[in-house]
């Protein structure tokens, strides 16, 4: 790794080892976390080896190491230390472009794998709903995978929804993804029984709209089943464990509101990403099967 390199003589190697850990590069952006203990003087250094590393960087910023994340859009307090001011990029990833504005909308580059998977499982003409969008990341990945789809792709931040029209049309799914402005559980509810698949990629609050997820689903008959890919956040060691409480609040959740007439099963889980020592954010495929 060039940057470890490049830094070897500068930091001692817990430090290194946690700057290298946690930094995201995204479009022609950097974005690092500010260890307390990497603080002040040490950032310039870090600024220099990373432009030295990567020679088109416009702009480098840094994020608190325990920062304050918008309870409602997810975007965080950047500060940027080298460069343009402008957070404004455009990052590649599974041959799609994505136009995001660090500022005002969340983005991650490391949930690209989680994107991927979930495209793979998409069928030919489905049609879904993504309740928490976005700059429509995940919608845009499944439509390039599966054009035969239909992704009803809601945000309630409206520069995301901005964003995500500006992104359907650079990757040419119009048609395939439509962007909707407004709250994931009143514009659900236009949605009503129409979706083979819902997705729910917003782990901090999932769970309280996860009745209005199963409502969305298209489960007209007796075994009519849909999928739900619900995110979650969960504290312990890794292992099996993990899945069992955001697994117990799902099926509490779906009970509560549907009784015995529905059957949920667990098609895959996995940890989607370490975002604290020992706490994960997970999924959970949720087949939901209709028995009566
Ligand atoms: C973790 S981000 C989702 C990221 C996106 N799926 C992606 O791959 O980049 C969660 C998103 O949910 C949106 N959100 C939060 N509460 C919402 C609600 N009640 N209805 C609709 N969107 C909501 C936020 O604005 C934010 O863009």
Redesign the pocket.
């Known amino acids: 790794m060039r940057l470890k390199e490049a830094l070897k003589d500068a930091l001692d190697e817990n430090e290194l080892t946690k700057l290298i850990k946690s930094y995201d590069v995204i479009g022609d952006i950097i974005i690092i976390k500010n260890h307390p203990e990497l603080e002040s003087k040490k950032r310039e250094i870090i600024a220099e080896a990373l432009r030295r590393c990567y020679p088109r960087v416009r702009t480098i910023a840094a994020v608190p190491l325990y920062t304050h994340t918008d309870e409602?859009?997810?975007t965080r307090d950047l500060k940027v230390i080298w460069g343009d001011e402008n957070l404004e990029t455009t990052h590649k990833e599974s041959g799609c472009s994505f136009k995001v504005n660090l500022k005002h909308?969340?983005?991650?580059p490391r949930?690209s794998y989680e994107?991927m998977r979930v495209a793979k499982k998409v069928l030919p003409d489905e049609t879904i709903i993504?309740?928490?969008?976005?700059?429509g990341?995940?919608s845009i990945v499944i439509a390039k995978m599966q054009p035969r789809t239909r992704i009803y792709s809601?945000?309630?931040?409206p520069y995301?929804v901005e964003y995500m029209k500006a992104n359907v049309r650079l990757n040419k799914v119009e048609g395939a993804v439509i962007p909707i402005l407004?709250?994931?559980?009143e514009?659900r509810e236009k949605l009503e029984g129409v979706a083979d698949r819902v997705?729910m990629?917003?782990?901090e609050?999932a769970y309280s709209?996860l009745t209005l997820a199963v409502r969305a689903l298209k489960l007209d008959k007796e075994g009519a089943r849909g999928v739900i890919h619900y995110y979650d956040v969960s504290t312990g060691r890794k292992g099996d464990g993990l899945f069992n409480v955001p697994l117990e609040r799902a099926r509490d959740n779906i009970s509560s509101d549907f009784g015995d007439s529905l059957r949920i099963e667990v098609e895959e889980k996995r940890i989607v990403r370490s975002v604290a020592p020992r706490k994960y954010h997970v999924v959970l495929d949720l087949r939901v099967v209709r028995t009566r």
Not at 105 to 108: G, I, P, R, W
Not at 130 to 135: A, K, Q, T
Not at 182 to 185: Q, T
Request: one cysteine or more; a negative charge.
């Open positions: 409602l859009y997810r909308v969340f983005f991650s949930l994107r993504n309740m928490f969008s976005g700059v990341c995940f809601i945000d309630v931040n995301a407004g709250d994931a559980s514009e997705l990629p917003l782990p609050q709209f």
